[in-house]
């Protein structure tokens, strides 16, 4: 490979990078500050049918200036149970979505923020959350 050559496949990764692309097996690049998001889910026991409030808290991972703004999605496994946008609730952004539709048995819930122009996207520790028969 030409010393030309070699510079203009250097660029182009470079350039690639920069602007978002991945290659092929590789994990897209995150833009913005780190964030952590942590999911709660109340109350501690319900019935088939009872409503069930997921609650997600977003914060930046280090401390900083913009909060992050958005939305999370809650999922069921890889079924999506809806989307709530962040709020600020005593100095925390808050998501939360009321759900009834969780049948009986153990479900495996998650919180995935959106991330904004600012902070990336993340994703809460799985919650297993068992749901009685009425």
Do not use: W
Request: glycine share 10%; charged share 15%; proline share 5%.
């Amino acid at each position: 490979m030409g010393r030309q050559t070699r510079r203009t496949a250097i660029a182009l990764f470079f350039a690639i990078a920069l602007i978002g692309g991945r290659l092929e097996g590789q994990a897209p690049a995150q833009i913005g500050e780190p964030t952590v998001t942590n999911l709660g889910i109340s109350p501690n026991q319900a019935a088939a049918g009872d409503t069930v409030t997921l609650k997600a808290k977003v914060a930046r991972a280090n401390p900083g200036p913009d909060a992050p703004s958005g939305t999370v999605e809650f999922f069921d496994l890889d079924v999506s149970l809806g989307t709530a946008n962040l709020s600020s609730s005593n100095s925390e952004q808050v998501a939360s979505l009321a759900v009834t539709t969780l049948s009986a048995g153990p479900h495996q819930i998650t919180a995935r923020y959106s991330g904004d122009n600012r902070c990336a996207g993340s994703q809460s520790q799985v919650v297993t959350y068992a749901v009685m028969g009425q």
